[in-house]
Every structure is written in C-alpha cells, then in structure tokens.
T-cell receptor, first 110, second 115 residues
Framework: QKEVEQDPGPLSVPEGAIVSLNCTYSNSAFQYFMWYRQYSRKGPELLMYTYSSGNKEDGRFTAQVDKSSKYISLFIRDSQPSDSATYLCAMGQGAQKLVFGQGTRLTIYP | GAVVSQHPSRVICKSGTSVKIECRSLDFQATTMFWYRQFPKKSLMLMATSNEGSKATYEQGVEKDKFLINHASLTLSTLTVTSAHPEDSSFYIC???????????FGEGSRLTVL
C-alpha cells in the first residue's frame, strides 16, 4: 500500500464549478499537509499548508484535513480556466522528507 | 516570496556526457535541499536529500555514483548526471528548506534530454 494515494484523474469540470481534490494516507505520524499546484513544465508551487485537522481557507481555496480518517481535501470554488494544472498533495513529519501523492490533472473548460 | 533558482531550465546532451544542474536559494539559507525526478504525468520521485556540508542521503534504487550531489554552501546544491543515457531523460526538480522557517520552496525544474 502506498503511503499517500491520490486519484490521478484526469478531472475536467466547467468554469465556475466547485472542484474537490482528495488524498488518503496510511501513516498516522504525518503532522503537516500541503497542496501544491504544478503547471505544465514548471516546478510545483505551494498553495495551502495545514498542520491540524479542520479547515483552512485562502481565497477560493479551502484545505480540509481529517486525521481520524487519514483523508485530506482541497476545494476550489468558482473555478477558472487558469486553475487548470496538476495538483499534488504532500505530507510529512518533523524535518523529514515530504511524501507526495501522484497528482491529479485538472482541466477547467470555459 | 522566497525563490529557488534552478539552472539550466533545459539541457540537451549526447549520450555518455555529464550534465550539471544547479539549485540556488536566492534570499534564504537552505540547510537542506532535495532533488526529485519527475516522469511525464507522474508525481515527484525523491532521489536524494542533501544537507549542507555533508554527504547526500540517497533513496533506495538511486545510484549515487550516477547522480552526484554536492551541497557545498547554504545557498547552492548541484546535481551531476554522469555518463548520461537516454533513459536519464527526465524533468529534475530541486527544493530547498529555509533553515529559519522550515518552509520548503521548489525550483522551476530542469528538463534533461539525452540523445
């Protein structure tokens, strides 16, 4: 079993829709959780960072962590074509290396 | 925000040659840098972790003699792909951890094509 599971998609939704991206994990020691966005041929950029269970909101983005279920989500409201990218979840503990999900390819069409 | 510069962004080389990729943290000191490899439509695969002034720690299955990593200063790490072969063609990405804040920043990546 992989430490982090993420549906690779592809996921295609119309502009303005709410997008839900998810990851599950098996290591209960993970302490912090991130979502990265990666445009084609570019390096990943950090979108959201959460440390505890619950919700964290930043503009159109909401990150949700449920440690009891080992499940994290990223919601994108009022999705835009510019949100089309690959979204990677990542998690870690202490100063150790991050473990990445496979990434979900998202396309927002006008 | 903090920036990690990776150079070159693209390199094409002949089989058998060596290629060096640089990763620099521009406005912070990076105590730890990570090197990843990414195949098309796949996630990042951690190759090695390098700490300034010490030998890199390689992930299982990554040849340390093939992928030489040097982290000589708090702002620079280099990855050298030695005796490159076409199967080494990939997207290589570095990330750097800010020694003060612990935040992790990624470079823009380097696309290597070996002919």
């Amino acid at each position: 079993q992989k430490e982090v599971e993420q549906d690779p998609g592809p996921l295609s939704v119309p502009e303005g829709a709410i997008v839900s991206l998810n990851c599950t994990y098996s290591n209960s020691a993970f302490q912090y959780f991130m979502w990265y966005r990666q445009y084609s041929r570019k390096g990943p950029e950090l979108l959201m960072y959460t440390y505890s269970s619950g919700n964290k909101e930043d503009g159109r983005f909401t990150a949700q962590v449920d440690k009891s279920s080992k499940y994290i989500s990223l919601f994108i409201r009022d999705s835009q074509p510019s949100d089309s990218a690959t979204y990677l979840c990542a998690m870690g503990q202490g100063a150790q290396k991050l473990v990445f999900g496979q990434g979900t390819r998202l396309t927002i069409y006008p | 925000g903090a920036v990690v510069s990776q150079h070159p962004s693209r390199v094409i080389c002949k089989s058998g040659t060596s290629v060096k990729i640089e990763c620099r943290s521009l406005d912070f000191q990076a105590t730890t840098m990570f090197w990843y490899r990414q195949f098309p439509k796949k996630s990042l695969m951690l190759m090695a972790t390098s700490n300034e002034g010490s030998k890199a720690t390689y992930e299982q299955g990554v040849e340390k003699d093939k992928f030489l990593i040097n982290h000589a200063s708090l702002t620079l790490s280099t990855l050298t792909v030695t005796s490159a072969h076409p199967e080494d063609s990939s997207f290589y990405i570095c990330s750097a951890r800010d020694g003060l804040t612990g935040e992790l920043f990624f470079g823009e990546g380097s696309r290597l094509t070996v002919l």
